[in-house]
Every structure is written in structure tokens, then in C-alpha cells.
């Protein structure tokens, strides 16, 4: 359970009314009911067609173990289908590159990564510096780059500015949030300059063997 100073929850369901002491115990009020999960994070994504080209990214990298680990506590900003072709809409080849590269597609998917179980009810919950000051909080991906969560004021939730479509997707090791965007940890140039720095030492480790 996660107490938080604006806002408490309990597996992502709200508190309405807190500490109500009874002559055995204590009752705290929740906006929903409480149902076990019963599937891990990988699980969640890979029975949901939505998730299709996620499914098949992850499954390049060494990450489905890491999703499947029941132990874990995690939780991943799922982007749809949509997410990446609109990834490779705005940048073409972006996709062939990624699948080309796992140590790189390894990287972008674990910007969609944070440890802990973090649901969008305790948004207020001082995770960070920068939740003291504002509506949001910020952790770190297991990218180790930053991810900002925070509600706007229509009442939707973001992270790094991408809408949250749908929220607090249950696991039994964590939960998923859906994006209809791929978070950049670093943008396309940078992975293609990354790219070329690689192929040329490969290529001169090549060239240097053959002497």
C-alpha cells in the first residue's frame, strides 16, 4: 500500500475517506473495487492487439524476461501501434533502424521502463525534487533518463508530454500505462550519428585484423 500526502491510493484505487477507526482495526474508503490481477506486465501486452509491434520489439531485446519476472515491480508506458507508425512516419527507417540495432532498441524500451509500480491515483506522491513545486513527478527510466509524469488541467495525465490514453492497465508484477507515442531518449539524428561512430570503428577493427 502507498500513502501519499494530497493523495492516498491502494493499488491504484483513490482513498475517499481515510483512518476510519473501528473496535478492530481501522476501515479506509476506496473509490473502486479492488480485483486481483492475474497476468504479468508481458502478459498484459502481448494478449492485447494494440500492442503488436511493442510485442515484437521487446522480443528482439532481452527484455520479455524482465517483463515476465513476477518478483518485479515496474511499470512500462506501453506505446500502441499507432505510437510507432507515427515514429516512422515522422522519421522513415526509423523502425528497420531500431530492429537493426537491439543494443539501441534495447535503450528506447527501457525509457518506457521505470522501477516501482507507479499508478496515475498517486500523482501528487512526493517521488522527486520537482513534485514539491508542481503537479507532477518525476522519476527515472531504467534508460536512466527522466520521466515526467503530471495531470493537466482538463484532467489528463501526461508523461514527458505524451497523453496518457488509457491508465493503470493492472499486472502482477507492476502496471502499464498506453501512449500513443514512442518517448525519445534521444532524438532519431543522434541515434543515426550513433550508428555511423559504430559501423566506422567496426569497420576499422575489420580493416586492422586483415593487416
Given at each position: ?7 492516498h491510493?491502494?493499488n491504484?484505487?483513490?482513498l475517499?475517506k481515510?483512518?476510519?477507526?473501528a473496535?478492530n482495526g481501522?476501515i479506509?474508503v476506496?473509490?473502486?473495487v ?8 508481458y ?6 492487439p494494440r500492442?503488436?509491434?511493442l ?12 517483463l ?8 512500462l ?12 512516419l515522422s522519421?522513415?527507417?526509423?523502425m528497420e ?9 534495447t ?11 507507479l ?5 501528487h506522491c ?12 518525476s522519476?527515472f ?5 527522466v520521466l515526467?509524469v ?15 490514453i ?5 499486472a ?6 498506453v ?5 525519445e531518449l ?7 550519428l ?10 576499422h577493427?575489420?580493416?586492422?585484423r586483415?593487416?
Amino acid at each position: 500500500m502507498v500513502f501519499c500526502l494530497k493523495v492516498h491510493s491502494v493499488n491504484g484505487a483513490c482513498l475517499t475517506k481515510a483512518n476510519i477507526e473501528a473496535c478492530n482495526g481501522v476501515i479506509h474508503v476506496i473509490h473502486k473495487v479492488l480485483l486481483p490481477p492475474t497476468k504479468t506486465i508481458y502478459d498484459v501486452i502481448n494478449s492485447d492487439p494494440r500492442f503488436l509491434t511493442l510485442v515484437e520489439a521487446i522480443n528482439v531485446t532481452t527484455l520479455a524476461p524482465v517483463l515476465q519476472n513476477p518478483a518485479a515491480s515496474l511499470t512500462l508506458f506501453a506505446p500502441t501501434n499507432w505510437a510507432f507508425a507515427k515514429l516512422e512516419l515522422s522519421s522513415p527507417g526509423s523502425m528497420e533502424g531500431l530492429l537493426a540495432y537491439p543494443e539501441e532498441l534495447t535503450e528506447v524500451l527501457q525509457h518506457h521502463l521505470a522501477n516501482g509500480t507507479l499508478y496515475t491515483c498517486g500523482i501528487h506522491c512526493k517521488f522527486s525534487y520537482w513534485s514539491l513545486f508542481s503537479n507532477h513527478f518525476s522519476v527515472f527510466s531504467t534508460a536512466r533518463g527522466v520521466l515526467r509524469v503530471r495531470y493537466g488541467w482538463n484532467g489528463r495525465v501526461y508523461v514527458n508530454g505524451m497523453r496518457i490514453i488509457d491508465l493503470d492497465l493492472p499486472a502482477t508484477n507492476g502496471v502499464v500505462h498506453v501512449i500513443d507515442d514512442v518517448l525519445e531518449l534521444y532524438p532519431h539524428g543522434y541515434r543515426k550519428l550513433r550508428r555511423q561512430a559504430h559501423s566506422g570503428r567496426a569497420s576499422h577493427g575489420k580493416k586492422q585484423r586483415l593487416h
